[in-house]
């Protein structure tokens, strides 16, 4: 007998738990040094006209499959065509590689949130700092046990009781806490004490938000647009068998293209608010030279900045770290939550016994990847010429492999062996207008599957 299905109580629970997932480290975390690295305002306006066109596209694909199979990614694509069955065999696997290296960057995250909050946080600005962490034996994998531990506990709890209620208690925390930083960002200044250059915030987010082309050559164009395409994976949570599981658990009365438009612009909102938050502070006490810090932007770079606004300081690092720890809860509850509903719904077995099971699965990959820094550590050349340990080829094979991989398919799949009719009936199921149907149509089918073959190509080192 089929047990009866979890569903968010409405659209606000589905929005603010989509919305969560989404804004998780891709957001607070990647898109800041990406937009530093890719040179700010380039990269801003590739990601905006990417997120409204090929992110919407995958958006509103997910969570309509999720809805119209009442399946997890493991079986959903079988519902609509057993033969491309294999499409939800790699969503299934895509959440299962990354969700142990999250925890393990949840743990991190972590770990500063702790050094401010007892006061600490003067030692986080000795460049040493973190890579002196990471590289401990123990230390990493216990505060990384104490993340997955909280993230065990609210996907046992369930829909409704675990991620809908701790959704709704974060999420207006978390969005109050990025407009405060941002605001906050905007209005400090600094005078190098070396050259004497004063530097101000506003100054900062004009870098971010104004594009500035000189020098963009076609293969630098190439790998800005490849960045900004990649980060969209992250920041929507797309083809990692989320929005397919929290497509499934929304209730037939939601509409749900209203759904999809208010995750796709919140998402877009606090990713530029991320940004904002980070950028201008940076470049305050650091300089253009300082936005090239890549992902330890946050890990090395922040924490000189708030050392140096004194006791201000250390509660605004109190306030930010806390703000990432709930964005990387967040996502990472959704990435364990794909798994645990793809195995209930493949094998029937209740949530107790699959999220026991994924979180032992989970635990003993994310030990690997702690102790990848220290007694297991080694440097391997990746396809694209960068050197990885254990956690960047987890992440390599997940997000410059693997996703791409199953949008293609997914594209291929719903533009024109199942058709876009069945999704777009799915979207105007409760009054939805859908006016981008013709866009939709166009890009499911032609435009989507050629920007992922580029960026496919781009993983290989291709250009």
Known sequence: ???????????????????????????????????????????????????????????????????????????????????????????????????????????????????????????????????????????????????????????????????????????????????????????????????????????????????????ITLAKFLKIMMDASSQLFFSLSIAMGIMVTYGSYMKRSVNLGKAVDRIELFDTLIALLAGLMIIPAVYVFMGTEGMGAGPGLIFVALPKIFHSLGAVGSVIGIGFFLLVLFAATTSAVSIMEACVASVMDAFHWTRTKSVVLIQSGAMLSAVLVCLGYNVLYFEWELPNGASAQILDIFDFVSNNLLMPFISICTCLLFGWIVRPRLLVGEMRLNGYSFFRKRLYIILLRYIVPIILGVLLLGSFGLY
């Open 1 to 215: 007998m089929r047990r009866e299905r979890s569903t968010f109580s409405g659209s606000l629970g589905f929005v603010l738990a989509a919305a969560g997932s989404a804004i998780g480290l891709g957001n607070i975390w990647r898109f800041p040094y990406l937009a530093a690295r890719d040179g700010g305002g380039v990269f801003l306006l590739l990601y905006i006209l990417l997120a409204f066109t090929f992110g919407f596209t995958l958006l509103i694909t997910e969570v309509a499959i999720g809805r119209r199979s009442q399946q997890g990614p493991l079986t959903a694509y079988r519902f609509f065509n057993r033969k491309w069955g294999f499409i939800g065999l790699f969503s299934f696997i895509v959440p299962s590689v990354i969700y142990p290296y999250y925890c393990v960057i949840g743990g991190w995250v972590l770990k500063y949130f702790v050094q401010y909050l007892t006061l600490e946080g003067e030692a986080a600005v000795d460049d040493g700092f973190f890579g002196g962490f990471i590289s401990q034996m123990w230390s990493p994998i216990v505060y990384m046990a104490v993340f997955a531990g909280i993230c065990f506990y609210i996907v046992y709890r369930g829909v409704q009781k675990g991620i809908e209620r701790f959704s709704k208690i974060v999420m207006p925390m978390l969005l109050l806490l990025v407009v405060f930083i941002s605001v906050y960002s905007l209005f400090i200044e600094h005078t190098d004490p070396e050259t004497g250059i004063r530097r101000t915030g506003l100054q900062g987010a004009a870098i971010y938000f104004i594009p500035n082309f000189e020098g």
